[in-house]
T-cell receptor, first 112, second 114 residues
Framework: DAKTTQPTSMDCAEGRAANLPCNHS???????VYWYRQIHSQGPQYIIH???NNETNEMASLIITEDRKSSTLILPHATLRDTAVYYC?????????????FGKGTRLSVIA | DTGVSQDPRHKITKRGQNVTFRCDPI?????LYWYRQTLGQGPEFLTY????????KSRLLSDRFSAERPKGSFSTLEIQRTEQGDSAMYLC????????????FGPGTRLTVT
């Protein structure tokens, strides 16, 4: 699986957009980009995934660059409840035995 | 609540004791995963089941660790002769085979070995 790199931490003012970057320069053609987040003392929560097109759901938007070497997760109006560690993972979808490989993620602090 | 549940939520044990954790996945999910998470790190894969078959085990899963999913529903993770290095959060996740990367995690069991 392609390795991803993320900033260790970020701050965001409440109500503003939070833009979380992820580099995955070695991503291969069959690998998707998945985002999870983990709120303190809870298990990780799936947010969104994409292959090459931008994606949006009720939680967030995912912007993937045309060369697919990086992506940005956007929380359009961050709230205090969005304070969490955000993980970016690149892996083939439904590749059978390959498990999810989490890095250290980005610790997002939403500030009032 | 039809999410993934884990029991107990917290466990404190003395070094050398055996502990067992239980995970109840979402009922229609045939895949079940165990992860371990230490402070400041992301979750690390331990093992996974498809129905009752254990299909993959990480090298992190030493011979003191054993996991079962006898009827393809709930799963147990047992640690024998616990060591202080086993102190961690143990997370369970479930999913369907079709969407195996969209995993639903339980709240975890926090183990403290004294």
């Amino acid at each position: 699986d392609a390795k991803t790199t993320q900033p260790t931490s970020m701050d965001c003012a409440e109500g503003r957009a939070a833009n979380l970057p992820c580099n995955h320069s070695t991503i291969s053609g069959n690998e998707y980009v998945y985002w999870y987040r983990q709120i303190h003392s809870q298990g990780p929560q799936y947010i969104i995934h994409g292959l090459k097109n931008n994606e949006t759901n009720e939680m967030a938007s995912l912007i993937i660059t045309e060369d697919r070497k990086s992506s940005t997760l956007i929380l359009p109006h961050a709230t205090l409840r969005d304070t969490a560690v955000y993980y970016c993972i690149a892996c083939p979808r439904n590749s059978g035995n390959t498990p999810l490989v989490f890095g250290k993620g980005t610790r997002l602090s939403v500030i009032a | 609540d039809t999410g993934v549940s884990q029991d107990p939520r917290h466990k404190i044990t003395k070094r050398g004791q055996n502990v067992t954790f239980r995970c109840d996945p979402i009922s229609e999910h045939n895949r079940l995963y165990w992860y371990r998470q230490t402070l400041g790190q992301g979750p690390e894969f331990l093992t996974y089941f498809q129905n009752e078959a254990q299909l993959e085990k990480s090298r992190l899963l030493s011979d003191r660790f054993s996991a079962e999913r006898p009827k393809g529903s709930f799963s147990t993770l047992e640690i024998q002769r616990t060591e202080q290095g086993d102190s961690a959060m143990y997370l369970c996740a479930s999913t369907t085979q079709r969407d195996s990367w969209e995993q639903y995690f339980g709240p975890g069991t926090r183990l403290t070995v004294t």
